[in-house]
């Protein structure tokens, strides 16, 4: 009887241990993704946490669109960070390498970070790329 009350006390830890860690992970997980996946596919990545490497273009350019955007020039793929003023948790002005005019880029520096945030599709607009990243995290990349 005293085993299998201490069988069954085992079982019920394990079982909280998976769950705590299964909803742990659920919770903070972040897929490292590139600009252009989140703009080719945004409804799949929609409400996911994501890692994003590129360029922090303040777009002076947009009248109603984010202030902030992370462009990868590469793939010409921009996404836009969160907010009319930019995210409130976060400064992203001293990672500002680009201004965008509405028509050109100017580079400013020469800084890629990298950002952690979680993708809104909103869809089509006419002064804002389709997709938002509510930024959590940035940092400047080590590699280039």
């Known amino acids: 009887m005293r085993l299998r009350f201490l069988v069954l006390i085992l079982v019920v830890i394990l079982g909280v241990s998976v769950i705590s860690f299964l909803l742990h992970s659920a ?3 972040v897929r490292d993704v590139s600009i252009k996946d989140v703009i080719s596919e945004p409804q799949s990545l ?3 946490r994501v890692r994003l490497r590129g360029y922090v273009v303040e777009a002076s350019g ?3 669109g984010p202030k902030y955007a992370l462009r990868n020039f590469e793939d010409k793929a921009e996404i836009a960070l969160c907010g009319k003023g930019g ?3 976060v400064n992203l002005e001293p990672y500002v390498s680009f201004i ?3 028509e050109n880029y100017t580079k400013i ?3 890629i970070v990298i950002i952690v ?3 809104h599709n909103i869809g089509l607009a006419t002064d804002s790329p389709p997709v938002c990243l509510d930024v959590e995290e940035i940092e400047p990349s080590t590699t280039t």
């Open 117 to 119: 945030g979680i993708v």
């Open 46 to 48: 929609d409400g996911d």
């Open 27 to 29: 919770i903070y997980f």
């Open 100 to 102: 965008f005019d509405g």
């Open 87 to 89: 995210p409130k948790n």
């Open 109 to 111: 520096r020469d800084i």
């Open 62 to 64: 947009y009248m109603f």
